[in-house]
């Protein structure tokens, strides 16, 4: 039976014993819903679960495995030798039997061994789906039967379905928290591996970074090469001045739309910034680089004032836009869900609607807007594209928004996918700095969420 | 304060005020769609708030029809009538609140002092903080209680520097009769308070800014006979300055602290007149079956 | 009570006198409001402009009518006729080139020869063979047929290339603009609606590439991660806000989820290459690991969006399901959620906007790639549109310009389609209380 | 577990556009499918490449240098043993500016004076001075009187590897005393020749060539470093400049006369060939004239063409599947 | 229902209920911090509810303090008091609502037929099933007025069919006296009705689930003389059945409906007894200076 029939039928079943549950409590309870613990509903759901989840599991666990297991079989019937070949030749002999089994070369192109192999591995493919097809299905039904007998008016059926619910929602939350150590892992190693050749405090204390010349002049450590200071400087420069752009307009954008605007103008407004958001980077590093670049030298030039051609300026302006609707969606969202009768308790004070807005709404949507911020200013740190391209890749140290300056990530790219070498310090600076970068944004993290706790009015 | 002093609003139909025999009283049941013409004293020498043929609709709903009425200075009129008859809704007409309702809409002339307060060149802000208002749901700012009271003063500049806002604040607290609960505590959130509090919070919010008109809209209906009795002095205190217009349930409050009464119907104006008439004789049938409890 | 209360004209003579400076910054606010706003639309309407202006020509392509004669000789070189084989191999560069020639018989020097069949794409190949695969019928007859003209020839006609320019500076030598100028006045030349940019994979000859393989890998890559971003942070968030308890440890939580939204998102690739190619197996450029990549990338600013929106639910609406009996999930699910759900959609709105444009973590797990395939499911190797993009725009060919500007316009064409439907759900739950 | 029917090929972002066109008409001329080519960069060409045998990793890697001995030892340590090296043709890297400007002809001392981050100090010979020209009169009176500002590729691009040695270090070691350096103590030889200054008049631009190619519009004064391909596409935009004497041109390049061109290359695992479908043919077609020969379609694409003398010896290699990867190839 | 019968609760100082002599008032201040002993009939034979030694605190604010009351079947039981001193937060630890406050902690022993409801094990959907409540500030959801009322009936399955649960929701309306007035837009929002409607809307979903305890928060506090009438008769009614603890500030209504009235002051509960008695023969000082209006 072909997978995805098998997946269709294990929901329909599932589908099928929600009803089953459902019928049996109503028969139960002779069809008076009073006289059940929960509703008709939560038995449905409680038997649907027994006989859709135990099968879904070993569903899945058997496709994890199943090729392996098939595989070993195979090879164990190889000849001598073809099987004494060293592992990772093996794995390519597979990939042929496959080719031949799924038809991408055809039987008559290969060795008779093979051809005899694929055989083989179809036969057991048969097998295994059949075994497959019947353990699912008896299971299912196997555990349907069993929670539907065991359906009686006392049972606590809604708390048993809100458990599987609650734990649904724990392991969904666990997520999170296993992806943080999976990115900690995933840099600390090589991290520490750099720190080994390039002692801590040059990296967070110095200040010149150029990663490629020092490894050509083998001066490591002592030109101090890779201070990572630069790059720190560079991306709160530029993130400081996507983040002045971003969050006036944005909020000022939320709090018009939210406000002052007709239903009509927020219908259409909200949305059509939000298109900012999905712009590609590099859409916003080409207007960076070719249009706001040009203009804003032109205007320094006016001025009198020497601009470099990728300047900060160009790239966290052009970065500001792109993160505006980070601020004005999300404060649009909690401006609107401030409760009506405070707005009428300023108002009926003699509040203009600004006064109302400065000094009742956006205190009580605080935490809100403060998290949309933060989202925008974490976007504007984790952005790459347009600083490569509009501010270039110069870590030089300065705060003149008018030179140009490279930020942290762009340093990870360019070391990750530029010309890379085996374990040079080069390479593992990436992970340094990811390494770095993820502590001190948690660090900022958690001065914001200390800011915003103090600070947070809560309505009602 | 006679009938015909009335000014016709044009566009409208004709006020036509009769003053019906009490031998003879009105009908008792009332059609929705039907305009009920008010009896009583309508109107006052020199109001300060006069409405005339006020029409409110939510919507489709009219909630309130035609309602004629004025406020004098230094008076107290209490609104009575049953739950939905369109008091609160009424009530919110003379600040322009119901500008904030986004379906509702006003028709019908309401001045104050002889101005039009729906004319689109008046402001209203100045509007709102002459004539202050106490909403039904006691609604503190999710700020601490202090900053609850400040607000008003701050953003109309009433206070000079910060002592004199800190005695408007332990001024309104103390006329609400909230200050000796709450003297040790003006920094924590207004919205941590007991219903009761929160309501007297509200009604010293209100009075800090020292408003020419008060509109207090069940001001005592969380608040125990003590505290009730604090808001009536006030109240009392309040009208040799400034009027006020009270909704309320109790009919011995209204009697015991209003000049006029005016009791509402199903979104009419049934009978304006003197408390103590009202009480005693009243004219109309319907207000009759309502205080003497016969309605419901 | 009190006799220093100030007296009532004063009051209001105070406030009026404050007034004209409080409608004055009144005014400035409502503008600045209205200002940002026309801003941000004015970013909006200048990034379209400049993209609907670069990129709408490459909506069309010129086209060159050749005649062709599908000569027998040319399909029994293997000695069998007619079988697949044969008709598949058989040389339909030879033929574009034999009817080129006998339209241009003055080209005779091999250098001639070369600018003569340079007009034609070499996608004119590949239609012959289309054409006699489909219907053998056509060996031995002579037949019109529209082929694709060449990438400089196309730029030529758009004008995106100068003729006026010295020769040294174009492409196109003058004997072949002279040819061109022949056909276009036998009408053998002309633009025509570019359906191969729909219709086609990636190519290296701008006239031949398309933009669905990119389209059906965003799409396949995006379905990934819509199905389990938005659940998973949606339920991330009811559990965090709602049931789990206010302590250290949730804050921890928190704090780490508002962190994982500043990491960078080339440092998302590294995990997903590090977990689920190296650690779990799946393959390499599939959209199945860049749609679990992009829901690791996304899941905070969902989260985030969503735990705004579960805040801004005013708590008595929890206590009056509570207090009629309703249990914890009850109430999350049947009132909560949906006075939530336009904030969550919001996030994941800009979330899914976000993974739609993202192109450095894709790197990592190879999706910046050249796929002519068209991926038709989600273990298939596959590139995404920004991808696509972000290969042209570095690509040297000229006419690949307005080809990445079109394939922009794709990329906020289904950018709006994918928006407008959340927005319309959006709208729906929306109310204030 | 993924099967794989079509060959995988990593590498080099410039050799990307030359691959990908011979995937492309493989693809669409024999039975197998089209290869699938990532582009990413020499070095992390390498890394995947090297990291073992089977279905997992890929079959060919691009790269625009020649392999490294630590690169060899990885693949090594990972039981990838017997690779191929092809050699597919050349790249030059041109220096360019914008049509409105006139062109000057640049010597690679120039450059070297121009770009480096130190010189030799002409007042005290042997010593270092901070790199002080700021404009191109200041290094030679033959050439204009403009600032010196050069948009080029990153450290981390295999381009401007190409361009330190190439002509930065050549022109370094016009100055005899430098020149003796490289004997006597190769690393502050490199330290001096290779390190470009930081001062701003070397403008690290990123990897797009065609974002160079843009800038130099806006700004006539800049020159531009960027691959030949994108010369030939823009020649209505900008020019190349002359690099002692020589302009960078197809034949100048070819014949090897233009002094800054490298080689590229294929390096493929023989393991993998006969087990993933189409290996052999992919090279065949690849080293088949109709693609890499003068008249092929890659140089349509830009790729300058090997002499007919190498291109038969890697045709050869390709077709014998010859492992000629030797331990001394750094 | 002699107090030597109580139980004691280890872990908390023993309970030691004195009557205070009437001749001897209690002091009529009282120190914040100081545990009051209540006098009167505290508790009684088989309570339906029974609280000994109740504490709750807002963070450090000591709220209710040291509270023991009963409960019993068939009994409306008042509970008045100054504003603040409590009232609210000790109804609402009986059905455990004061879980939803973040700061707020609740110890000591509150049984509910002999249950004790604070316990781990106890799950607390049944228990606000069976203990149902009316909120201070009225909070309907926004949603239409039927739902409103059906979300109750349907998560408990009280209803077989559509019809049956239209039944319940009319008949809900009806005993709160709300039907008349909006039968004609059962499918208008909740929130748009008036103050009053609001607070009959959420007593007719509170007793739409057939709670035995009701627990009603000045549940008449916006409602006109009549309105009060109807939800006072529907107690009577209720009240054969179940058990009813009402909040109020009018002793009017405390007096007609409840059978024994609660004085509370300052968190602690001061005096427990018979109706008639506590406005009658108040024992404690408190007690007869707030009935008589002393206390302010
Ligand atoms: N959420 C809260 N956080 C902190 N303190 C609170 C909170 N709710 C109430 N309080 C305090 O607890 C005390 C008792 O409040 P409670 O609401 O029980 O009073 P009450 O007797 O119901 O008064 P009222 O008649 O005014 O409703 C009050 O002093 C109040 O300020
Ligand atoms: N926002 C609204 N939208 C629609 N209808 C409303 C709205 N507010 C009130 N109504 C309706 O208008 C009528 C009058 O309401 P109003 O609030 O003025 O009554 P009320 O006299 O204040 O009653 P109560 O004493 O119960 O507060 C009611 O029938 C009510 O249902
Ligand atoms: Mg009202
Ligand atoms: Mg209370
Ligand atoms: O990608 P490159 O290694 O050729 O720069």
Redesign the interface.
Known sequence: MPTSFLVLLLLSLTAFSFILGRRRSLAVSAGDIRKLNSLPGYYGYYVALWCGVPALLIFIFWHFFEGTVISQLVLFNLSEHTASQPEQQLNLVLNEIRNVVYGNIPATSVAPEITAAANHYRELQQISNMALTIVTIVLAMGCAMLARSRIHTEQRA?NKV?RV??I???V??S???V??L??V???LFEAIRFFQAVPVTNFIFGLEWSPQTAIRSDQVGSSGAFGAVPLFTGTLLVSAIAILVAA??????A???S???TPGIR?L???????????????YG??AAL?VAPLIRGWGASLGLDVSSESALAAGVVMG?MI???V???S???I?????TLRDGAYAL?A????T??KVIIPA?L??II??I??A???A??E??IVVMAAGLAANLTANPLESVTT??VQ??TL??GDQEFDSPKTLAAFAL?LV??IV??I???V??YVVRKYRE??? | MSIASRKHWSGQNILQLQKAPATEPVSGTLSAQSDQRTVGTVTVDDPRIRCTDVNVYYGSTHAVKNISLDIGRNEIVAMIGPSGCGKSTFLRCLNRMNDTIDNCSVTGNIELDGQDINDNSI?V??LR??VGMVFQKPNPFPKSIYENIAFGPR????ARDKAELE??VI?SL??AGLWKEIKDCLDQPGTSLSGGQQQRLCIARAIA??P?VILMDEPCSALDPIATAVIEDLMN?LCT??SIVIVTHSMQQAARVSHRTAYFHLGNLIEVAKTEQIFTHPIHQLTSDYITGRIG | ??K???A?PK??D??????AK??A??KL??R??????L???T??AI?FS??ISKGYTAFQQTFIQIEVHFDEQYFTVSGKDNDTEALS?ADYGGMVKQSLRSQFPEAASRQEK?LLYDLVS?GAT?QLRNMVMQDPALIGQTTPVWVPANDDVDMLIKGH??RE?PE????LRDQQIVWLDQLIAQEQLSLKLNTAFFTNGD???PELAGIRGALMGSILTLMVTLLLSF???V??A???EE??P?NKWT?F????????????????G??GL??F?NFI?????APLVGGLVLT?MT???I???S???L?????????????????K??TVF??VLP?AF??ML??T??G???A?????PL??I?M??????IPSGI?D?ATV??VQ???W??????AF?ERTSAA?MV??GF??IM??IA?MLR?KF???? | ??V?D?I?I?GS?TV??F???V???F???TQF??P?????GSGGGFKLFCDGIGV?YPDITDSSRAIKQSEIDMCATNGVTDIIEIKIGYDGIVIANS?ETSPFGLSRKDLFLALAKQIPDPENSGELTPNPHKTWKEINDRLPNIAIEVLGPPPTSGTRDAFVELAMEAGCSRFDWIETLKKTDKKQYQSICHTIREDGAYIEAG????LIVQKLETNPHALGIF?F??L?????KVQGLAIDGILPEFEAIADNSYPVSRPLFLYVKKSHVGMIPGIQAFLNEFTSEKAWGE?G?LTD??LIPMTAAERDHFTENARQLRANIFMDSE
Request: hydrophobic fraction near 45%; aromatic fraction near 8%.
């Open positions: 809604r809100e619910i609650m649904f929602l724990v969904c939350s997520i999170a928290i992806t943080t999976g990115i892992l995933s840099v006036p307009t944005g909020l000022m954008t709090i018009y739309l406000e002052y605007a219908s407004g909200k949305p059509l910034l939000e298109i900012l958001a999905g712009i590609p980077t590099v859409v080409f207007f249009t836009i505006i609707p980070f004005s969606s999300l649009d969202d909690v609107n869900a401030v409760p009506q003699g203009t609607q600004s006064e807005i400065k949507a935490p809100g998290g949309g933060l989202l200013v974490s976007r740190i984790g790459t594209m942290v990530t990870i790219v990750l996918v990811g970068l993820f944004t948690l900022l993290n958690m914001a969420l809560q309505y009602e | 402001d802000v100045p903080a002459r953003i109309h500049g009433l005695e408007i001024t103390q006329k800014i020292n020419e205190e300055d400034y | 009570m009190n220093r209360m100030p009532r009051t209001i105070r406030i009026n006198q404050g007034l409080r409608h910054s009144e606010f409502h600045m409001g209205l200002l940002s706003l801003f941000g639309i970013c909006v990034l400049s993209i191999t070369r070499i590949y290339m100068k320019a040294a500076e174009r492409r190519s290296r000859e659940p998973i942070g339920a991330t009811v559990y965090l049931f789990a206010k804050d939580i928190e704090v780490n989820i508002n962190n994982l939204a500043a990491v960078p998102s080339i440092v998302y590294l995990l590090a977990v190619i197996g799946f393959p390499r450029s690791l899941l905070p600013t989260i985030i969006a735990r705004a929106a805040k801004s639910v005013p708590p008595s609406i929890r206590e009056a399901a509570l207090g009629i009996g309703a249990s999930m009850q049947f009132h006075l336009p904030g919001t996030g709105i800009i899914m906007a976000q739609l444009g993202e192109t450095a790197l990592m190879g910046v790639a050249f796929i002519v395939d273990f190797p549109l920004p993009i972000f290969l725009a570095d690509s040297p060919e000229r310009v922009i990329l906020l950018l709006i928006n407008a927005v709208k929306e109310r204030r209380w | 577990q993924a794989r079509y995988s990593v972002s990307y556009p691959a990908t066109v995937a492309e008409t693809g669409k001329t499918k089209t699938k080519i990532e582009s990413t997992k049509k990897e797009n060539d065609n691959g391909s994108f030939e596409q823009n020649t209505d008249d379609y694409k830009g």
